[in-house]
Every structure is written in C-alpha cells, then in structure tokens.
C-alpha cells in the first residue's frame, strides 16, 4: 500500500474543518407588542402601522382579521386602528399572535420571512426562507 491512504479519522476531521462554522447567535424575530388604549367604548391600537410594516402585511388585511376576531366595526385613522368596543391589551395580543400563526410564520420551517401572494381567487404563503407555498384561509 501507498502513502497516499488517508485513515478514516484523518479524513472525518479534514471534512469537519471544511464545514463552515455554526452560528451561536440567532437573532430573536420578536414583532412589536400592540400599544392599546381604551378610550369610552372604542379600543384604539395606536402603533397598528409599525405592526403592519413589521409584519410586512398590508394594513386592509390585518384590520379585516382583528374585527373579523372580534365581531366588531373599526377603521384605521392615520397610524392607529379605532376599534368600536372595548377590548383588553391581551385579548388584542393574542388575536394578534393568531394572525402570525395563520398568515406570516411558514408552516414548514416556522421562519417569519414570508408574503402573500394572489392566484386567482385564492391567497398562497410563500416562504423567502426555505421556498415553501402554502394555501391560507380567506378573512370572510
């Protein structure tokens, strides 16, 4: 035999050493918490565009969702929503976690890096992270 054989250890670690280094820091994707404010009988969420645009959705479809949840009229004025009602932060918030379960987090590798798409009558997730498409229920 040669010289040339490398044993199995000698190549297991050349191979290890090629891989590249694993990331110990990961960034925690955290959305910012709904600042709600009650106000008579209506329930003002006062930074629903930063939500939006965090989110990357469009503001028409997170509002159809939360009144939709809710049974109740609202109407986005400048960068709050104006919900008639009133509704506790939490009631807000978990509605809100809901809403990035269904339609932003991928079902198949759980990543928030994803945007709604339109074929036809019905609305896809497409995921930018791992290429998944899935089908989302419509917001009646």
Known sequence: MSSDFYTYEELLARAW?????????????????????????????????????????????LMRFILRELAAPGSIEGNMLVIQGEYSPQTINSILQRYIRIF???PVCKQ?????????????????AC?????????L
């Not at 998944?132 to 917001?139: F, G, H, L, V, Y």
């Open 17 to 61: 050493s090629k891989l590249p280094k694993k990331r110990i820091h990961r960034e925690r994707w955290q959305p910012p918490k709904p600042e709600v404010m009650i106000s008579g009988k209506r329930t003002f969420i006062q930074n629903f565009n930063q939500i939006c645009d965090y989110l990357n959705r469009d503001p028409k479809h």
């Open 104 to 106: 932003v987090r991928c």
């Open 112 to 128: 928030p890096d994803t945007f709604l798409v339109k074929e036809k009558r019905m609305y896809f997730l497409v995921c930018a």
């Open 131 to 139: 290429g998944a498409k899935c089908s989302i229920p419509p917001i």
